[in-house]
């Protein structure tokens, strides 16, 4: 009886030390989006040179509010940082595919819009180039959902391509160490998620937003976590089990920097 109560309390400092991490993994693994089969919508507009504020204004007028009618969340409207960058990036959440086609499509043909849209572009269109991507969250994506917090903030849309037959890795190293690694280091998750259609790279691309303090933040914190014992050992094993990089090189890791605008939900 002695020796069994000597081992058992040899253990007990190992039990203390891992409480907090079993503590975090739980609440984790509680924040998972698993039940999540919204179909979301990642839409990238380039504004026609000279026509940003006025395709603002649209969607602060009109647009946002014509989403709502017709049944569309909205989840977060953003510009680029980056002066030179003419873009106007939104995120839509609809229940399903098929209400996603049902939903824009009634958008698309309200009367409201289409004067709200010829009024606009008396002087010529507001947007030179748009585009669509439709998106499934992955299981590890936190849940989202449409609520102000910091309209300091800064967020970051990262794109990572994988090289053939390597995103379920990816996908594997981001739900085993990579997302608590950058909680870690003070990153906050909005969300990460795989295309749907093949023409958008459903079997090689992860989308995923951060939020930052700041740009500045934003570069503390990569340069934390990429310094991290634990990330350089999870990167090298996954890519010696791959046989190589997870992703493309160079150029498979594509960054943009946000500033929310003032009515969107997510700030």
Not at 45 to 72: N, S, V, W
Request: aromatic share 10%; charged share 25%.
């Amino acid at each position: 009886m002695k020796s069994l109560l000597t081992h058992l309390l040899s253990l007990a400092p190992l039990a203390v030390w891992m409480m907090p991490l079993a503590a975090t993994a739980t609440v984790f693994a509680a924040d998972r989006s698993s039940t999540d089969l919204r179909c979301y919508e990642l839409r990238i507009y380039q504004a026609a040179p000279g026509k940003r504020d006025d395709l603002i204004e649209r969607f602060r007028a009109h647009t946002d509010r014509l989403f709502a009618r017709h049944g569309i969340q909205r989840l977060g409207y953003w510009v680029a940082v980056d002066a030179a960058d003419n873009s106007l990036v939104f995120l839509l959440a609809y229940p399903s595919r098929a209400e996603r086609e049902a939903r824009w499509n009634a958008f698309k043909n309200d009367p409201e819009w289409q004067a709200a849209q010829k009024a606009s572009e008396a002087n010529g269109p507001l947007v030179s180039k748009s585009e669509s991507i439709l998106l499934s969250a992955t299981d590890y994506s936190p849940a989202i959902a449409a609520a102000a917090n910091n309209p300091e903030r800064v967020f970051e849309l990262r794109t990572y391509k994988t090289n053939p037959g390597r995103l379920a890795a990816l996908n594997a190293r981001f739900r085993d160490h990579t997302v608590a690694l950058f909680s870690k280091h003070g990153m906050t998750h909005i969300g990460y998620w795989m295309p749907l259609d093949a023409a958008k790279g459903s079997d090689d691309t992860l989308i995923y937003l951060l939020a930052h303090a700041s740009r500045e933040a934003a570069a503390e914190s990569f340069k934390a976590f990429r310094a991290d014992p634990a990330w350089i050992a999870a990167r090298e094993a996954s890519e010696k089990a791959a046989g190589g990089s997870l992703t493309v090189q160079p150029g498979g890791v594509r960054s943009q920097f946000l500033r929310p605008l003032e009515f969107s939900p997510l700030r």
